[in-house]
């Protein structure tokens, strides 16, 4: 067995209290990792496990079982001290916002991750950049354990495969993935079921303002490049939450010349959320460049400027990253 698999279980076993953190504007990945790994501590080495989100929970995931059991690290008290903390799927310790010092004043803190650019925080870090998901380093972790999955915990693994993988369509599908969800299918999850759930049940004002910021892309550079900006007064005229900009910058790379696409985010006064897409770049360098993180292909960051100013410095450093 991988020594920090049974190391992971080691600390459960000695835990009173454990807490799993997912990370902020968190993704079908950090929930359905966050759940499956909560319901099969709960149930195989009987302990309460406290799920943590910070910023918004997105409801589109509520489908997922057991989304109830989510709570904002801003209703627990800060001196509490839990026995163990583990973070699902987050890149870096920033990513858990004010979730961190509770996360850092925990008696063991464990990181189990799959984004190259995680330097490995935590007293335990299980870090896998060939995974697709995080999803499918907790299957190895139960299958090591020998733990029979449930199908609630095969749901959670799935959505988190199938969310990260874009639908079993990202350059990170592998035979593996799709072994590992006919695996899960077998244990009686319905790809349509989750799929419907996830995908197709936008509410109307949401289709509505993604076409609308796929109407306002500026190409540059032949088509190579796609950028749209989202400013906070297109969110309150559309009546916008945070979750309506999930999936519009893939709608973006569509184009067929695209090769790097933005979509750029006025999230308050002077500050701006970067997501970028790629079709054969390595977007790690740019982002990293900004302070960000992420995948090959999928990354993003915050500029710390004004929507203006930081959409000609993306394009100016994303220009120089094509040339
Ligand atoms: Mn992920």
Same mark, same amino acid.
């Given at each position: 067995m991988d020594k920090r698999f049974s190391e992971l279980k080691n600390k459960i076993e000695n835990a009173q209290n454990i807490i799993i953190f997912s990370h902020v504007s968190p993704d079908g990945d950090t929930l359905g990792s966050n759940i499956a790994l909560s319901l099969m501590i709960e149930k195989y080495f009987n302990k309460k496990v406290v799920s943590a989100f910070v910023g918004k929970l997105p409801n589109i995931y509520s489908y997922l079982p057991d989304f109830e059991r989510f709570v904002d690290?801003? %209703?627990?008290? *800060? *001196?509490k001290v839990f026995d163990l903390a583990i973070a699902v799927d987050v890149a870096s310790k920033d990513r858990m916002v004010y979730g961190t010092s509770i996360f850092d004043n925990a008696k063991s803190t464990v990181n189990i991750d799959h984004h190259k650019t995680n330097l490995g925080y935590a007293d335990i870090n299980i870090i896998?950049?060939? +995974? +697709?998901?995080v999803g499918i380093i907790l299957y190895k972790i139960f299958k090591e354990w020998n733990l029979e999955i449930t199908k609630d915990v095969a749901r959670c693994i799935y959505t988190s495969l199938m969310t990260d993988t874009g639908g079993f369509k990202y350059e990170n599908t592998t035979p593996e993935t799709f072994m590992l969800a006919a695996e899960l299918v077998k244990l009686g999850v319905s790809p349509t079921y989750e799929f419907r759930s996830c995908?197709? %049940?936008?509410?109307q004002e949401m289709v509505q303002f993604q076409a609308y910021v796929v109407s306002n892309t500026v190409f540059y550079n032949n088509g190579k490049i796609a950028f749209s900006k989202i400013t906070r007064a297109d969110m309150s005229k559309f009546n916008a939450t945070d979750d309506f900009t999930e999936g519009i910058v893939e709608v973006l790379r569509t *184009? =067929?010349?695209? /090769?790097i696409a933005a979509i750029l985010k006025? %999230? =308050? /006064?002077?500050y701006t959320k970067v997501s970028l897409r790629s =079709? %054969?770049?390595?977007l790690t360098p740019i982002v990293v460049d900004f302070g960000g993180g992420g995948h090959t292909f999928a990354a993003g960051c915050t500029i710390k400027k004004p929507i203006a100013i930081a959409f000609d410095k993306l394009l100016k450093r994303v220009q120089s990253e094509l040339e």
């Amino acid at each position: 067995m991988d020594k920090r698999f049974s190391e992971l279980k080691n600390k459960i076993e000695n835990a009173q209290n454990i807490i799993i953190f997912s990370h902020v504007s968190p993704d079908g990945d950090t929930l359905g990792s966050n759940i499956a790994l909560s319901l099969m501590i709960e149930k195989y080495f009987n302990k309460k496990v406290v799920s943590a989100f910070v910023g918004k929970l997105p409801n589109i995931y509520s489908y997922l079982p057991d989304f109830e059991r989510f709570v904002d690290v801003q %209703t627990i008290e *800060s *001196s509490k001290v839990f026995d163990l903390a583990i973070a699902v799927d987050v890149a870096s310790k920033d990513r858990m916002v004010y979730g961190t010092s509770i996360f850092d004043n925990a008696k063991s803190t464990v990181n189990i991750d799959h984004h190259k650019t995680n330097l490995g925080y935590a007293d335990i870090n299980i870090i896998d950049g060939d +995974a +697709a998901c995080v999803g499918i380093i907790l299957y190895k972790i139960f299958k090591e354990w020998n733990l029979e999955i449930t199908k609630d915990v095969a749901r959670c693994i799935y959505t988190s495969l199938m969310t990260d993988t874009g639908g079993f369509k990202y350059e990170n599908t592998t035979p593996e993935t799709f072994m590992l969800a006919a695996e899960l299918v077998k244990l009686g999850v319905s790809p349509t079921y989750e799929f419907r759930s996830c995908y197709e %049940t936008k509410p109307q004002e949401m289709v509505q303002f993604q076409a609308y910021v796929v109407s306002n892309t500026v190409f540059y550079n032949n088509g190579k490049i796609a950028f749209s900006k989202i400013t906070r007064a297109d969110m309150s005229k559309f009546n916008a939450t945070d979750d309506f900009t999930e999936g519009i910058v893939e709608v973006l790379r569509t *184009s =067929k010349n695209v /090769e790097i696409a933005a979509i750029l985010k006025e %999230t =308050k /006064e002077g500050y701006t959320k970067v997501s970028l897409r790629s =079709k %054969t770049f390595d977007l790690t360098p740019i982002v990293v460049d900004f302070g960000g993180g992420g995948h090959t292909f999928a990354a993003g960051c915050t500029i710390k400027k004004p929507i203006a100013i930081a959409f000609d410095k993306l394009l100016k450093r994303v220009q120089s990253e094509l040339e």
